[in-house]
């Protein structure tokens, strides 16, 4: 039962990737970025996940008590909050986009020259 | 003293956030607040390279908040500095300096945030080259991804700079996370994040399918960075669109970051563990041959000048992969040089084509022909540049390039020497060809392209153009770093301690000891003999040849209607544009079908090789 987080992970990866691959709108497409990152959220929390621990706050709670890996927690935060700026960024300029141009596709954007 | 590592990231950023602050308060006065910005940069530079003349004797490593590692495990975050780190990193704040400067007369009106955001850029490029930590790594990429991403659209409102914004944010975003996958994959295995530690535990242990896995997902955000074939679309879109002075950057030492931490990553986790296989050096070899080839191909047939040295920048990327996968000493030094070289005349190139910008308004060479006669000075540096960049004797792409092809030749593939040559005579013409028809008017202008000329007439409003002279503050930075790259052709005798240099960064169990046991190897362990670092016949040979060819390729460009023989109105490599600009989509979809794509078969690949 292990490796079900796995699956996981590389189910949300791959769906992530099909949304982007396909995508005709900017925000859809930035929205799948967000999910092929949510697989990183899922694959750092299940490798620190240990089986019948507590969260990893030593307080109230006997000493060598179980707890789950607190790193991967941290790690998990700072990437979202590397998600969040890298987000912000793109829906800007996906804004901006649509101001001027009127388009969110990503094809149009592309093709249309000057 | 080792907190001068700390200080070197900490002072840019600290100066970000001030200068931000204090944009409000200098209505008037914001030239007082470049200035400072531009100081910040120059101080930088000095502090990293004083560090790296440090290092020359053995690598510092500074634990952040004193927490030192305990009985050989790590529990604290560590900056490492070698002189191939800090050199880099000292690159990258030369460049930053020289752009910044540059930038001073060449916006309209520039706003803060955009000295604020050099600044960042800066501070994430030297926490990349310095950090010991596989997390940190990652989040020093993304910091200075995303400061590059915001360079790059510094003007939103037009549709070229926010198109390729978003392909190099996104397609550099994915990788970052397909990294981050790969840093938890390890971590899960390692319980460490500290890459001595993690080098230290696979290679006690024997390393299973999820090493390889783990490998493979870490490279593929590297790879992205440092545009690899096929993951290089994105490079082109964001360094045509992207401010001149910021291309520098891009060019001269983003996509080299890269390759950095491949071989950062390579030589301090995995390489022992892989053991250093034939393998392993092959499917890279080929990596950087395909991409030099392509890059070399794509940048001859350009008519944008920006794109041009794009497309020339991905050459050169394989040309730099080829010579980390040697896995030698001598090819991993030759590297560092040509990266230094490379960049140096790279960024001139690229503030010359700024100063074309300013003058006459335009990047496409069609246009321009015989139209920058009047920029004399600017024609020698863009001349001289483009020399450099073919690697004439005694530039130091020139020494560089010597030493990877001495250190093939030595391991039995001197057909890398050709290839080398041949990609040095198509990038080089294709810049010759360009300084030629531009500052020159010699021969025809080359024919049309209604696409790329289009593009290449978009780039308009970054700059006041129409100016009558050319600023001081515009022509000096390309000047001085056309000249450093010639001085350092001359610095031969040091050649062994660049070598040294390389053994220690290839000496795993060294670095092991250094970070772990805060010990000083005297004498590292090379995994592959030394050679010596002389300049041979051949190479000068090989560097006085693909300058020369170079030369000639660029004239036939420029002549080659007035032969009797071709004068049939036929353009040479006509069909082949249209199939080589299929590829080059510009839509977001296609690229990262060929990162996915790409991914599959170098995954297949080491598999096969490292079973």
Same mark, same amino acid.
Not at chain 2, 46 to 65: E, H, K, N, P
Not at chain 2, 181 to 204: C, F, H, K, P, V
Not at chain 2, 397 to 407: A, N, Q
């Given at each position: 039962?292990?490796? $079900?987080?796995?699956?996981?992970?590389?189910?949300?990866?791959?769906?992530?990737?099909?949304?982007?691959?396909?995508?005709?709108?900017?925000?859809?497409? $930035?929205?799948?970025? $967000?999910?092929?990152?949510?697989?990183?959220?899922?694959?750092?929390?299940?490798?620190?996940?240990?089986?019948?621990?507590?969260?990893?706050?030593?307080?109230?709670?006997?000493?060598?008590?179980?707890?789950?890996?607190?790193?991967?927690?941290?790690?998990?935060?700072?990437?979202?909050?590397?998600?969040?700026?890298?987000?912000?960024?793109?829906?800007?300029?996906? $804004?901006?986009?649509?101001?001027?141009?009127?388009?969110?596709?990503?094809?149009?954007?592309?093709?249309?020259?000057? | 003293?080792?907190?001068?590592?700390?200080?070197?990231?900490?002072?840019?950023?600290?100066?970000?956030?001030?200068?931000?602050?204090?944009?409000?308060?200098?209505?008037?006065?914001?030239?007082?607040?470049?200035?400072?910005?531009?100081?910040?940069?120059?101080?930088?530079?000095?502090?990293?390279?004083?560090?790296?003349?440090?290092?020359?004797?053995?690598?510092?490593?500074?634990?952040?908040?004193?927490?030192?590692?305990?009985?050989?495990?790590?529990?604290?975050?560590?900056?490492?500095?070698?002189?191939?780190?800090? %050199?880099?990193?000292?690159?990258?704040?030369?460049?930053?300096?020289?752009?910044?400067?540059?930038?001073?007369?060449?916006?309209?009106?520039?706003?803060?945030?955009?000295?604020?955001?050099?600044?960042?850029?800066?501070?994430?490029?030297?926490?990349?080259?310095?950090?010991?930590?596989?997390?940190?790594?990652?989040?020093?990429?993304?910091?200075?991804?995303?400061?590059?991403?915001?360079?790059?659209?510094?003007?939103?409102?037009?549709?070229?700079?926010?198109? %390729?914004?978003?392909?190099?944010?996104?397609?550099?975003?994915?990788?970052?996370? #397909?990294?981050?996958?790969?840093?938890?994959?390890?971590?899960?295995?390692?319980?460490?994040?500290?890459?001595?530690?993690?080098?230290?535990?696979?290679?006690? *242990?024997?390393?299973?399918?999820?090493?390889?896995?783990?490998?493979?997902?870490?490279?593929?955000?590297?790879?992205?960075?440092?545009?690899?074939?096929?993951?290089?679309?994105?490079?082109?879109?964001?360094?045509?669109?992207?401010?001149?002075?910021?291309?520098?950057?891009?060019?001269?030492?983003?996509?080299?970051?890269?390759?950095?931490?491949?071989?950062?990553?390579?030589?301090?986790?995995?390489?022992?563990?892989?053991? *250093?296989?034939?393998?392993?050096?092959?499917?890279?070899?080929?990596?950087?041959?395909?991409?030099?080839?392509?890059?070399?191909?794509?940048?001859?047939?350009?008519?944008?000048?920006?794109?041009?040295?794009?497309?020339?920048?991905?050459?050169?990327?394989?040309?730099?992969?080829?010579?980390?996968?040697?896995?030698?000493?001598?090819?991993?030094?030759?590297?560092?040089?040509?990266?230094?070289?490379?960049?140096?005349?790279?960024?001139?190139?690229?503030?010359?084509?700024?100063?074309?910008?300013?003058?006459?308004?335009?990047?496409?060479?069609?246009?321009? *022909?015989?139209?920058?006669?009047?920029?004399?000075?600017?024609?020698?540096?863009?001349?001289?540049?483009?020399?450099?960049?073919?690697? #004439?004797?005694?530039?130091?792409?020139?020494?560089?390039?010597?030493?990877?092809?001495?250190?093939?030749?030595?391991?039995?593939?001197?057909?890398?020497?050709?290839?080398?040559?041949?990609?040095?005579?198509?990038?080089?013409?294709?810049?010759?060809?360009?300084?030629?028809?531009?500052?020159?008017?010699? %021969?025809?202008?080359?024919?049309?392209?209604?696409?790329?000329?289009?593009?290449?007439?978009?780039?308009?409003?970054?700059?006041?153009?129409?100016?009558?002279?050319?600023?001081?503050?515009?022509?000096?930075?390309?000047?001085? #770093?056309?000249?450093?790259?010639?001085?350092?052709?001359?610095?031969?005798?040091?050649?062994?301690?660049?070598?040294?240099?390389?053994?220690?960064?290839?000496?795993?169990?060294?670095?092991?000891?250094?970070?772990?046991?805060?010990?000083?190897?005297?004498?590292?362990?090379?995994?592959?003999?030394?050679?010596?670092?002389?300049?041979?016949?051949?190479?000068?040979?090989?560097?006085?040849?693909?300058?020369?060819?170079?030369?000639?390729?660029?004239? #036939?460009?420029?002549?080659?209607?007035?032969?009797?023989?071709?004068?049939?109105?036929?353009?040479?490599?006509?069909?082949?544009?249209?199939?080589?600009?299929?590829?080059?989509?510009?839509?977001?979809?296609?690229?990262?079908?060929?990162?996915?794509?790409?991914?599959?078969?170098?995954?297949?690949?080491?598999?096969?090789?490292?079973?």
């Amino acid at each position: 039962m292990a490796y $079900i987080p796995f699956i996981v992970v590389v189910w949300i990866l791959m769906v992530g990737l099909y949304g982007i691959v396909t995508s005709r709108d900017l925000i859809h497409l $930035i929205i799948c970025l $967000i999910v092929v990152q949510s697989s990183t959220y899922v694959l750092l929390l299940g490798v620190g996940y240990v089986t019948g621990a507590v969260a990893p706050y030593f307080y109230d709670v006997p000493v060598h008590t179980p707890a789950v890996d607190p790193v991967v927690q941290a790690l998990a935060l700072t990437d979202v909050v590397v998600e969040a700026a890298v987000t912000a960024l793109l829906l800007a300029f996906a $804004i901006q986009a649509h101001k001027r141009f009127g388009t969110l596709d990503p094809h149009e954007l592309a093709s249309l020259k000057g | 003293m080792d907190q001068l590592l700390a200080l070197a990231v900490v002072v840019p950023l600290l100066a970000a956030a001030a200068i931000s602050a204090a944009g409000p308060l200098f209505g008037r006065g914001r030239r007082v607040l470049d200035g400072a910005a531009i100081g910040v940069a120059a101080a930088v530079a000095v502090l990293l390279l004083i560090i790296m003349f440090r290092t020359a004797a053995g690598d510092q490593v500074y634990w952040f908040g004193g927490f030192r590692p305990a009985r050989g495990i790590a529990i604290g975050i560590d900056f490492e500095a070698g002189p191939l780190s800090a %050199g880099l990193a000292s690159l990258a704040a030369v460049l930053v300096t020289a752009a910044m400067t540059f930038s001073w007369r060449y916006f309209e009106r520039v706003a803060t945030y955009y000295h604020v955001l050099m600044l960042i850029f800066l501070a994430g490029i030297t926490g990349f080259c310095l950090t010991g930590d596989i997390f940190d790594l990652f989040v020093w990429f993304e910091l200075m991804g995303v400061a590059a991403y915001a360079l790059t659209a510094y003007r939103p409102e037009e549709r070229g700079p926010l198109q %390729g914004a978003l392909n190099f944010a996104i397609t550099n975003s994915i990788g970052a996370y #397909l990294s981050l996958s790969g840093i938890a994959l390890i971590y899960g295995r390692t319980g460490a994040l500290n890459m001595a530690q993690i080098g230290e535990y696979i290679d006690r *242990h024997p390393p299973g399918g999820l090493v390889v896995v783990a490998f493979l997902l870490i490279l593929s955000g590297l790879l992205i960075k440092s545009a690899i074939v096929p993951f290089h679309f994105w490079l082109a879109d964001a360094h045509a669109v992207a401010p001149t002075p910021v291309c520098v950057l891009f060019s001269g030492v983003m996509v080299e970051l890269g390759l950095y931490g491949i071989a950062r990553v390579y030589w301090s986790i995995f390489g022992q563990a892989l053991g *250093h296989r034939a393998g392993i050096s092959d499917v890279f070899l080929a990596l950087g041959v395909l991409t030099a080839v392509v890059g070399a191909l794509f940048c001859f047939r350009e008519r944008h000048i920006k794109r041009l040295l794009a497309f020339s920048t991905i050459s050169h990327a394989g040309m730099f992969l080829a010579g980390i996968a040697l896995l030698t000493p001598l090819g991993l030094a030759g590297t560092a040089v040509y990266v230094a070289g490379h960049g140096l005349v790279k960024a001139a190139l690229f503030l010359c084509t700024g100063i074309i910008l300013h003058r006459l308004g335009s990047v496409n060479e069609t246009w321009l *022909h015989g139209r920058g006669r009047s920029l004399r000075v600017t024609g020698v540096v863009f001349t001289l540049a483009g020399l450099g960049l073919a690697d #004439l004797p005694p530039f130091a792409t020139f020494l560089g390039k010597g030493w990877i092809d001495d250190s093939a030749g030595a391991h039995g593939l001197p057909w890398l020497m050709a290839v080398f040559i041949v990609c040095s005579i198509l990038t080089g013409g294709a810049v010759l060809r360009v300084a030629g028809g531009v500052f020159y008017g010699l %021969g025809d202008a080359p024919s049309e392209d209604p696409a790329m000329a289009k593009a290449a007439d978009e780039e308009k409003s970054e700059t006041d153009s129409g100016k009558q002279r050319t600023p001081l503050t515009m022509i000096i930075p390309p000047a001085i #770093l056309v000249a450093v790259a010639f001085a350092m052709g001359f610095l031969t005798p040091l050649g062994p301690a660049v070598e040294a240099a390389a053994i220690r960064f290839e000496d795993q169990p060294g670095y092991n000891a250094t970070v772990l046991a805060g010990a000083h190897l005297t004498h590292p362990v090379a995994i592959a003999a030394a050679e010596s670092t002389g300049i041979t016949t051949a190479s000068v040979l090989a560097g006085a040849g693909s300058a020369a060819g170079a030369l000639i390729l660029a004239l #036939l460009a420029l002549y080659w209607r007035r032969l009797p023989l071709l004068r049939r109105g036929y353009e040479p490599g006509t069909g082949l544009t249209t199939v080589l600009a299929r590829f080059q989509s510009g839509v977001i979809s296609d690229y990262v079908t060929w990162i996915v794509l790409g991914l599959a078969c170098l995954g297949g690949v080491l598999t096969l090789v490292l079973r």
